[in-house]
């Protein structure tokens, strides 16, 4: 699985002969001002929640590219009345065979409500299983018990990518909890540094990962990683 960072939740993953784009928050991010919008491949483009920092760019991409916008069924619903043509509504606890591989929408503790204020469903992540490898997109998310549930599915992840910014979501020590829950060691930090409530210390962030015989990966926007 190749896995390129866009930065804040950004991330797109290359997997199953398919790029799948995740919650693209590009052009009002500073941070990310080097990325060229328009070189962006989507194939689909999951969205955790309605937040503007995860969904900014998600219009403007599936109409380049004609990506398939995959989340919860009031989130498709709203692209659809802004003109998406392509979309698959989700809600928790439910899993479809995509030609890429599986996606199951997990629950999330966090809010959702569409920029217009038009009601943005309940928050989620994903569980995608391919292939090339299995990993989790947490979305924004406190930690959850529920985290627990995904080894208990059978599901063995190559790797988590968790919010780790705290302020509006977990932190670094239940980002660190989580992926106990989760039995996965591997971490690829997101939601962090973008805005002032969320930045963090890199170098204590990795090593409170390291202290615990994890690995916590802080991807330089515009990074590309092959992960086996
Ligand atoms: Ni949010
Ligand atoms: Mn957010």
Redesign the pocket.
């Known amino acids: 699985m190749k896995i390129t960072y866009y930065g804040h939740s950004c991330f797109s993953v290359y997997t199953g002969g398919k790029n799948l784009l995740f919650d693209p928050f590009i052009s009002p991010n500073e941070l990310a001002r080097n990325i060229n919008i328009s070189d962006i491949k989507a194939d689909y483009i999951f969205l955790s ?1 309605g ?1 503007e ?2 969904i900014a760019d998600a219009e403007s991409i599936a109409q380049r590219t004609g990506a398939t916008i995959v989340s919860n069924y009031e989130v498709v619903l709203w692209f659809q009345s802004k003109g998406a043509k392509n979309c698959h509504p989700m809600n928790h606890g439910g899993k479809w065979k995509f030609d890429f591989g599986t996606v199951k929408y997990t629950a999330a503790a ?2 959702s409500v569409m920029p217009d204020g038009a009601y943005g469903g309940n ?1 989620g992540g994903f569980v995608i299983e391919s292939k090339e490898g299995n990993f989790y997109y947490s979305g ?1 998310t406190a930690l959850m018990m529920d985290m627990q549930l995904i080894p208990l599915m059978g599901v063995k992840l190559n790797v988590a990518l968790l919010p780790i910014g705290d302020n ?1 979501t977990m932190g670094i020590d239940d980002a660190i909890q989580a992926s106990n829950f989760v039995q996965c060691n591997r971490v690829i930090g997101l939601h962090y540094d973008t805005f002032g409530f969320i930045k963090i210390d890199h170098e204590a962030a990795v090593k409170k990962f390291n202290e615990k015989g994890k690995e916590l990966l802080l991807l330089k926007i515009g990074e590309t990683i092959d992960l086996k």
Request: without cysteine; aromatic residues 12%; glycine residues 0%.
């Open positions: 929640h937040h920092d995860h966090h809010s928050p924004d509006f």
